[in-house]
């Protein structure tokens, strides 16, 4: 299922994938790459956390992986040895899928708005951890996801795309997160694809269809 036996490399398309857990948004790109649907390589999969079920899944599909601990290192060193990685595969779009860490300014600068994010909420409606849950405690009616360039700031950058589910009165933070991680495998390799064709431009925090 590797996507490079599907499409051949061409400039431009190749994508790195920074997770730290589950993967499921990972698959989602990976299958999406398979099948066509994206027009795209994944050039590494990478994660902080060497034992993450995401990096042992893509290494089973046949990926380049690789991770670092992250524990007890330097934010920027840590950042500066990733971003090492990332260009000996010669990556050209990062995205960070699950990625629990928060990236450095320097990292961002060496990537200019060549790094995606998927967060599962409506922002700038609840950042950080747990926001389902976060926004089942609000009370909110309708949550959902956000696929947004990278900057410093946690959850920050401007938005490409999102995506709204309902919330029902009887959810639990798994029944809303279930329901949004739907969009998310769908949205998540819209925007990429959004990326890779090029036709947007970013206007202060808007990102416009040019
Ligand atoms: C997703 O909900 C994503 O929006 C958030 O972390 C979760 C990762 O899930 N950033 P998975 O590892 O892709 O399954």
Known sequence: MNGSKTHPASAGRRLGILL??????????????????????IALVFSNRPSAPGLARARELGFAVASIESSNIDRE???RQVAALLEEHAVDLVCLAG??????????ARFPQRVLNIH??????????DAQYQALAHGVKVAGCTVHFVDEHLDGGPILLQA??????????????ARILV???????????????????VEGRRVLKT
């Open 20 to 41: 730290s857990g589950r993967g499921s948004n990972f698959e989602a790109i990976a299958r999406n790459v398979a099948t066509g649907n994206l027009n795209a390589e």
């Open 77 to 79: 060193a840590y950042d």
């Open 99 to 108: 990625y629990m860490r928060l990236l450095s300014g320097a990292f961002v």
């Open 120 to 129: 599962p909420s409506l922002l700038p409606a609840f950042p950080g951890l």
């Open 164 to 177: 709204a589910v309902p919330v029902h009165d009887d959810d639990t933070a798994e029944t809303l997160s």
């Open 183 to 201: 969009e998310e495998h769908r949205l998540y390799s819209e925007a990429i694809a959004w990326v890779l064709a090029g036709n947007y431009r």
